[in-house]
């Protein structure tokens, strides 16, 4: 079945040491979105990227970057994760990022810093 | 800016029984809104969406209903079943609301 995948499912770091969650695609879309959802809260968007166009949301620390490599994978960088950083970070994609489009979601990645 | 907020954090009711779960949102331009489930340890799923030109649209046995003049938009699921226990989110695009937790008793 085509879907979004994320790796791996709970991830610890240090605070302060730089950590990479991952997601890819089989369903060939051209956008893919990072949404960071801390506990009992709604996911709040990072950012996304239209096929190689990075598109970032005003508010989203410089801690926080984003690399595509190519159309299935996507990744997310934390520089420097603060104990604030602690969430679930969500991977999620759609075809051609019509406002009016459906979003298809991974299973997200629950980072935890010590 | 803009909002989506949610009047209730937590919703309980029977199995059996039509659940309502309410949004408010704040921005009058708003024209597409769409019900996420979220499952304990799982991404949202989409339920059903709905664009500003449609009072009412229907899946199954999911109702969404959308009142522009008070920026108000319901999901209602009929004969609710424990397996819809999760948190509803309503968005406005990429835009999520605070959630509602629905609690299906058997």
């Known amino acids: 079945d085509a879907m979004v995948i994320q790796n791996p499912r709970y991830q610890v770091t240090q605070f302060g040491k730089p950590v990479t969650l991952s997601c890819s695609q089989t369903?060939?879309?051209?956008?893919m979105y990072w949404y960071q959802q801390k506990s009992s809260q709604a996911p709040k968007l990072l950012f996304h990227?239209?096929?190689?166009?990075?598109?970032n949301e005003a508010d989203t620390p410089d801690n926080f970057q984003s690399r595509r490599p190519n159309t299935s994978f996507c990744f997310l960088d934390i520089r420097s994760p603060g104990l604030g950083d602690a969430a679930m970070y969500l991977c999620?994609?759609?075809?051609?990022?019509?406002?009016?489009?459906?979003?298809?979601f991974g299973p997200g990645t629950r980072l935890l810093v010590l | 800016g803009e909002s989506v907020g949610l009047h209730l954090p937590t919703l309980s009711v029977q199995e059996g029984d039509n659940s309502i779960i309410n949004c408010a949102y704040s921005n009058s331009a708003s024209d597409y809104f769409i019900w996420y489930k979220q499952e304990s340890g799982k991404g949202p799923q989409f339920i059903i969406d709905i664009r500003s030109n449609m009072d009412k649209r229907q899946g199954q046995r999911v109702t969404v209903l959308l009142n522009k003049t008070v920026k108000h938009l319901s999901l209602q699921i009929a004969a609710t079943q424990p397996g819809d226990s999760a948190v509803y989110f309503c968005?406005?695009?990429?835009?999520f609301g605070t959630g509602t937790r629905l609690l299906v008793s058997p």
């Open positions: 999620a994609t759609s075809r051609r990022g019509l406002p009016q489009e459906t979003q298809y």
């Open positions: 369903l060939n879309h051209n956008v």
């Open positions: 990227y239209y096929d190689k166009d990075f598109n």
């Open positions: 968005a406005e695009k990429l835009v």
